[in-house]
């Protein structure tokens, strides 16, 4: 049985920075392709980046230059930083996993495992 679980979620000003981190068990770490989506309230889930490895990886177009995302699959974690932040990036932030690919997909029906989400909160 393969379990995700995201930590890192909380209260930022906007213009700061917070880093949300990502395991997932069950299964070897390293054959994970992870992903991170979120979802505001009222809109729908969307993804933020995908890696497969530090040179695969996909960003969302509102992701880039901001957001980072990177893995350790000695530690078991992939981490997604966040710096500049808006209040438009106020939302739960999803975990995903799943071992049917190989390369970063950003459509959620390609992730079979999914965390419980966090939340971030960006004020103004």
């Known amino acids: 049985q393969v379990t995700v679980v995201e930590s890192g979620g909380g209260l930022v000003q906007a213009g700061g920075s917070l880093r949300l981190s990502c395991t997932a068990s069950?299964?070897?770490?390293?054959?994970?392709?992870l992903g991170w989506f979120r979802q505001a309230p009222g809109k729908e889930r969307e993804c933020v980046g995908s890696?497969?490895?530090?040179?695969?990886?996909y960003y969302a177009d509102f992701a880039k230059g901001r957001f980072t995302i990177s893995r350790n699959n000695v530690e078991n974690l992939v981490y997604l930083e966040m710096n500049n932040l808006k209040p438009e990036d106020t939302a739960i932030y999803y975990c995903?996993?799943?071992?049917?690919?190989?390369?970063?997909?950003?459509?959620?029906?390609?992730?079979?495992?999914w965390g419980q989400g966090t939340q971030v909160t960006v004020s103004a």
């Open positions: 995903a996993a799943t071992l049917r690919h190989t390369s970063p997909r950003a459509n959620e029906i390609d992730y079979d495992f």
């Open positions: 069950g299964r070897a770490f390293g054959i994970f392709l």
């Open positions: 890696i497969w490895n530090y040179r695969n990886t």
